[in-house]
């Protein structure tokens, strides 16, 4: 093992002190220890970049939806009778009735009811296909080898 010339020179003039006491004391040894330290450091070098990028893509696809409407169909009918009084509108199952009145001259002044409109609601649903624009997105993860080299994607290792 290689030792620096201080080392050396120290392990050297220990080697010599313990010959000289080892004639002095029969009994006595001493051992000369070496100790080396180390130091160690961590340097950063960049040996490749990662870069990650979303796309949005959009695409328009046909979607089936059921549409509702409603549709109002107004009918009159007739009525021509006597009434003694006015009356409001009813409803009749999904009927509206509204009363129609009028005076009449008649040898006396009397109310008739002269017709009742009838309004009712009519729905009705049918299927249709209507386009919309989805959006999806997606990672996009690229590696390079180096600071300059050329960006290729990742591919799952999954």
């Known amino acids: 093992m290689d030792m620096p010339e201080s080392a050396k020179s120290k ?3 220990a080697d010599r002190a313990d010959t000289s006491d080892a004639n002095n004391a029969s009994d006595e040894l001493r051992v000369t220890a070496v100790q080396e330290q180390l130091q160690v ?3 950063r070098i960049e040996t490749g970049s990662v870069r990650v990028r979303k ?3 959009e695409e328009t696809k046909p979607v089936s939806v059921t549409l509702r409407e409603e549709h ?3 009918r009159r009918v007739p009525v021509n009778r006597p009434v003694d009084e006015r009356y409001a509108p009813r409803q009749e199952g999904d009927t509206l009735i509204i009363p129609v009145f009028e005076y009449v ?3 006396k002044m009397q109310l008739m009811l002269k017709e009742e ?3 009712m609601t009519v729905e ?3 299927e249709a296909v209507r386009e919309f624009i989805l959006k999806s997105e997606e990672i996009v993860i690229e590696r390079r080898e180096g600071t300059d080299g050329e960006w290729k994607p990742e591919t799952d290792t999954e």
């Open 105 to 107: 001259p008649v040898v």
């Open 55 to 57: 796309v949005i893509q």
């Open 72 to 74: 109002v169909e107004v």
């Open 117 to 119: 409109v009838h309004v």
């Open 11 to 13: 392990s050297q003039s």
């Open 41 to 43: 450091d961590v340097d």
């Open 124 to 126: 009705s649903q049918h």
